[in-house]
């Protein structure tokens, strides 16, 4: 497998659109289109800037790639789990308020703490115009996925959901590994 791919899992498992759309179901009504795009515009920067400045950060309190690599990887089971018990995102409070784009939706449901901790880790391996285009495309799918509102399929994107989840433990575990053979 490709590093573009190996890191393009790993955010869609991390940051999962399928997730999102199960959270945003909890909408009374459609999501406005400009709220998902003005969401999925602050998701995009918030991993550009946890991308480029994953190095000046992990500086910045003396922690090293590899050690971060553990951390990330613990991180990102507890979101594994979390989705595989709820099938959905971080968020199953109200979607109705003026700042819906961003909170909710663009934080925490697109920018997961297990999104965040592969896009940090993964970037500090130096492959950050990798984790940046990964980002990019997941976060695109995950709007898509809360503008499709699935409807009757919705059992279906649970289930997606979940099985992401329990990926994502597994990538963790697989990054923690690593982690621990690269110290």
Do not use: K, Q
């Amino acid at each position: 497998m490709t590093d573009f791919l190996r890191i393009a899992a790993t955010l869609f498992v991390a940051i999962s659109p399928a997730a999102a759309a199960v959270a945003a179901a909890n909408v009374p009504a459609r999501l406005a289109p400009r709220v998902v795009v003005l969401g999925a515009a602050v998701a995009a920067a918030a991993y550009v800037a946890a991308a480029l400045g994953a190095d000046l950060l992990l500086d910045a309190v003396d922690i090293e790639p590899e050690t971060f690599r553990v951390s990330a990887g613990l991180v990102m089971a507890v979101g594994g789990l979390f989705a595989v018990w709820t099938g959905g995102a971080g968020h199953a409070g109200s979607w109705e308020d003026r700042w819906t784009a961003l909170f909710p939706l663009a934080l925490p449901v697109l920018v997961s703490p297990a999104g965040l901790a592969a896009t940090i880790s993964h970037s500090a391996d130096g492959d950050t115009g990798a984790v940046i285009g990964a980002a990019m495309i997941v976060v695109a799918l995950a709007a898509a996925a809360v503008l499709a509102r699935f409807g009757r399929f919705g059992a279906a994107a649970d289930g997606i959901a979940r099985v992401s989840g329990a990926l994502l433990v597994v990538f963790a575990g697989a990054m923690i590994v690593d982690g621990v053979r690269a110290v």
